[in-house]
């Protein structure tokens, strides 16, 4: 049985042009230890999908699926009260924006410490042991000092750093991450992608790795999902991805690589409907 | 995909902003209780049954028409001096809705106004402007209110500056503690780079990021006005008897509270639906107001 | 290019930056977020900024902005020292612009994007409102988004259409400096190459100079004309793109170029064969 499952999920937004379909028809299931990569173009519904999944999209989106199992539990059926037990113990997310995603008023420290409060039985020195050991983890340099700082005292990447502490403090069962290194460089980028997989290897933990960088799919992802308007394109093991795209969509967007540039020119993709019905 | 490719036609913002603010049933209801509030008062010398000032002499603490000992021609019964009470809320929605929009209006402009500078400007204009407003609040409402219509002169104008002024504390101190917050964020430093001045950052960019919470306050504040307006024409200061205004209503009956209940409960409700309508619009305002609630 | 005579768009000298953190009721601490950055950029040119996270590029950029005065230092704009305390003309403030590392955070969470667009235009130029609109519009397009994005608020966009949205206020009056902190990290490949394009024209049509700060070094490669490397708040190579490229002196750019993932079948296939038969063994 999949860790995660979810059959023909539809997100949309009332728009005053009419229902918007942010996601539609989305089929998703990841397994136990699976590094699952979403990609596709901006604004197809990565996110919204995996918001859809953690429950917490806004009021104005409505959500319908067929089928929406975690551990063979329904998500759909949940009271918003046993939902929230789940998230952030056994189901976490990394949110696309780091800087917005942090609360403001508390230092980070307090706020990693807050989670490990409602989701472990660890004390108040174990808890605080803790967050420092995952604030260094996440290659925080002097993890002391930005145990105290507040969010808007850190870089971006630092911010970006101290959510994916958040979210891996309880080990979770499943990490939906969503774009978690886009403001890091590279070599701390390689670190965090490399703890996350020694993460995913000793304890069986599964990964939703949203992004845009076809290098950390390369190099991370077991199975790729190409999204694009709020559809699935194509879905195959990394291997097959790269070496021999199915669909064109698939095949214009690897053109786009900067590497493929002619003549000062980068390929861009037509916007088509890729096999869309409009 | 299901949008349509052509741009929806321009909406005017006040219709948005309408449509928006209909789609709430409470706000809309609110809207309602107050308009006709509104009505009544504006119609008062035509609707109402009875002068509001004349005397039944031989109809005294008359009960309410549903009554056992009810007259049909008092509806809402009279009072110790047989003034009929419908007549005399009637005629003074008057006043205190007057009262109301004039002193919240009055105290919210000025406190947003003060509010802002202070929050803006920052060090000493702050630190001086606060400590005024410390000065203001540190002093009981009333007796403050008191002291200004003593040098302003009684009178019902004055009494209400006097109110605003007792009340504009509390909207320049909100204000300000939503500017601090609001003005470091990054946006507002986006807008000055886009060339924004200080007006219009300060108007334009942060205020509508700081209404929520003066949204709330100036609807409690309503209710206030009307009662410190009350309170004061009790001492002498606002409004003179036999002006029916329903603070003053309230005041007088006070005695009778144990024996003639309509006489305190009547201008009672008659305070209690225009503010539950007043919080209502508030909400609805406040809701409408919030992007995040909107459509696109 | 320019005149060989006429003065850089940018010049920095020995700039510095101290954040003050701390206080009550710990003990104040001053950090040094740069320590002495020097730097040159011709106008029509780009200069490309990368380094470790949280070296200090963000700081930089909104020195260089004129957002935050240094602590120490100068900066010039056309060879004009600019004094921050002293105030800024309009015309100092239309010469530099900036798209926000943190797009979501820039954008006025109470502003339809239409008017976020509309809003440089206002302040200044003397357009009609009709102007304003048309013009807002074909840069929404031309970013890649859709004319009906305009009624719409921040929260309702995808983190790479925010990002577009950054992107194309900056744009909307020409900026003799524009100042680019991670502008397409959010945004998928296609999206990422009509940006690009998108800026190069700019460029070329109106010598816009560029100031771009990235992590990912084949876009660096692709846009820039000088790379700076940074770490810990100081300069540690600073030469033309080609020279870096072919031969990375200082050892922190060779583990930068490094560690870029790289697309490499026989690596996808070694990988995935060991865990299919780690997944044997459990
Ligand atoms: N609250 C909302 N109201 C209306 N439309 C919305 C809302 N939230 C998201 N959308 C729309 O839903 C679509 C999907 O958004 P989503 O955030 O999932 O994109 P994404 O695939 O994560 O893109 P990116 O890579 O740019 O982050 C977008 O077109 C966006 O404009
Ligand atoms: N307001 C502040 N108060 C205290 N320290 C700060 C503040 N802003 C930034 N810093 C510190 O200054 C250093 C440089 O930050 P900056 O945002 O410039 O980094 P960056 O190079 O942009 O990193 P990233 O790539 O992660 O965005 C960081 O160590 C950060 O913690
Ligand atoms: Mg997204
Ligand atoms: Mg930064």
Not at chain 2, 76 to 87: F, K, M, P, Q
Not at chain 3, 16 to 24: A, K, L
Not at chain 3, 107 to 128: A, C
């Amino acid at each position: 049985m999949a860790l995660l499952e979810i059959r023909n999920l539809s997100v949309s937004f009332e728009t005053t042009a009419g229902r918007f379909f942010a996601v539609q028809g989305l089929d998703v299931s990841v397994d136990e230890g699976e590094v699952l990569a979403v990609v596709g173009e901006s604004g197809s519904g990565k996110s919204v999908a995996m918001l859809a999944v953690m429950g917490l999209l806004p009021d104005t989106a409505t959500v319908s699926a067929d089928a929406m199992r975690f551990e063979g539990r329904d998500l759909l059926g949940m009271t918003p009260r046993q939902r929230r037990a789940l998230s952030g113990r056994d189901m976490a997310m990394i949110f696309q924006e780091p800087v917005a995603s942090l609360n403001p008023c508390f230092t980070v420290g307090f706020q990693i410490v807050e989670t490990l409060k409602r989701h472990t039985k660890l004390s108040g020195s174990a808890r605080r042991a803790r967050a420092l050991e995952l604030l260094t983890a996440v290659g925080i340099p002097e993890p002391e000092r930005r145990y105290a700082s507040y969010p808007h005292q850190m870089s971006g990447g630092q911010c970006q750093r101290a959510m994916i502490a958040i979210a891996m403090a309880c080990s979770p069962k499943l990490l939906i991450a969503d774009e978690p290194t886009t403001a890091l460089d590279v070599t701390i980028q390689k670190q965090i992608l490399d703890l996350l997989l020694n993460l995913q290897t000793e304890s069986g933990m599964a990964l939703v790795l949203i992004t845009h960088d076809m290098g950390v799919v390369a190099e991370t992802a077991d199975r790729v999902i190409v999204q694009y308007q709020g559809r699935k394109m194509e879905e195959a093991d990394a291997l097959t991805l790269f070496e021999a795209p199915r669909h064109p969509y698939t095949r214009a967007l690897l053109s786009a690589l900067p590497e493929n540039a002619v003549g000062g020119r980068l390929p861009t993709v037509a916007v088509g409907d890729w096999g869309v019905r409009t | 995909m299901t949008e349509s490719a052509a741009s929806p036609p321009p909406v005017s913002p006040l219709l948005e902003n309408w449509r928006y603010f209909a789609r709430s049933r409470g706000a809309v209801l609110g809207l309602t209780i107050f308009l006709a509030m509104v009505l009544m008062a504006l119609l008062a010398p035509l609707i109402a049954p009875h002068e509001p000032n004349l005397q039944y002499r031989d109809a005294l603490l008359t009960p309410p028409a549903w009554t056992e000992k009810g007259r049909a021609t008092f509806l809402l019964g009279t009072d110790a001096v047989g003034r009929d009470i419908l007549s005399r809320i009637l005629h003074g929605a008057r006043y205190s809705l007057g009262i109301g929009l004039v002193v919240v209006s009055i105290a919210l402009t000025s406190g947003v106004v003060i509010g802002l500078a202070a929050g803006y400007v920052g060090g000493k204009l702050d630190a001086l402007i606060m400590r005024l407003m410390d000065i203001l609040l540190a002093f009981p409402s009333l007796l403050l209110a008191l002291v200004l219509v003593a040098i302003l002169g009684p009178g019902l104008f004055n009494a209400m500056l006097a109110i605003a002024v007792v009340l504009q504390p509390h909207f320049a101190r909100l204000t300000r503690a939503a500017v601090l917050a609001e003005k470091n964020r990054e946006y507002v430093v986006a807008a000055r780079v886009a060339g924004a001045g200080h007006l219009r950052l300060m108007f334009r960019t942060i205020l509508p990021n700081c209404l929520g919470p003066l949204i709330v306050q100036a609807t409690l504040s309503f209710s206030h006005a009307i009662l410190d307006a009350a309170a004061l024409g009790f001492l002498g200061m606002g409004a003179q008897p036999p002006t029916p205004e329903w603070g003053a209503m309230l005041a007088e009956a006070r005695e009778f509270i144990t024996s003639a209940w309509w006489v305190v409960t009547m201008p009672g409700l008659a305070i209690l639906i225009t503010v539950i309508s007043i919080n209502l619009i508030g909400d609805g305002l406040r809701d409408t107001l919030d992007p995040k609630l909107k459509r696109s | 290019m320019s005149a060989p005579m006429s003065p850089p768009v940018l010049e920095t000298r020995a700039v510095t930056r101290d954040y003050e953190t701390g206080g009550f009721p710990r003990p104040r601490k001053t950090i040094r977020a740069l320590k002495g950055v020097d730097l040159q950029v011709r106008r029509g040119r780009t200069l490309a900024v990368v380094g470790e996270s949280g070296c200090g590029k963000s700081t930089l950029a909104r020195i260089i902005t004129l957002i935050d005065a240094p602590s120490s230092g100068e900066v010039l704009i056309d060879g004009q020292p600019v004094d921050l305390r002293a105030g800024l003309s309009r015309e100092m403030r239309r010469k530099v612009r900036i798209v926000f590392q943190n797009p979501y955070g820039s954008l006025n969470p109470r502003q339809k994007i239409g008017d976020v667009l509309e809003e440089p235009l206002l302040l200044s130029t003397s357009l009609s409102a009709p102007e304003r609109r048309e013009k807002a519009l074909a840069m929404l397009a031309r970013v890649g988004l859709k004319p009906e994005h305009a009624n719409r608020y921040p929260h309702m966009f995808s983190g790479g259409q925010r990002q577009r949205v950054a992107i194309a206020r900056a744009l909307m009056v020409n900026p003799d400096l524009l100042v680019l902190d991670e502008p397409v990290s959010a945004l998928d490949l296609s999206v990422q190459a009509q940006i690009l394009n998108l800026l190069q024209d700019l460029q070329e049509e109106f010598g816009l100079t560029y100031v771009f700060i990235s992590h990912d070094l084949s876009v660096v490669r692709h846009v820039a004309d000088e790379v700076m490397v940074m770490r810990l708040g100081e300069v540690v190579e600073y030469r033309s793109r080609d020279e870096i490229f072919a031969a990375p002196e200082h050892p922190y750019t060779r583990t930068l170029f490094a560690a870029t993932p790289k697309i490499d079948l026989e690596r996808i296939r070694a990988r995935l064969a060991a865990k299919a038969s780690r997944a044997r063994g459990a």
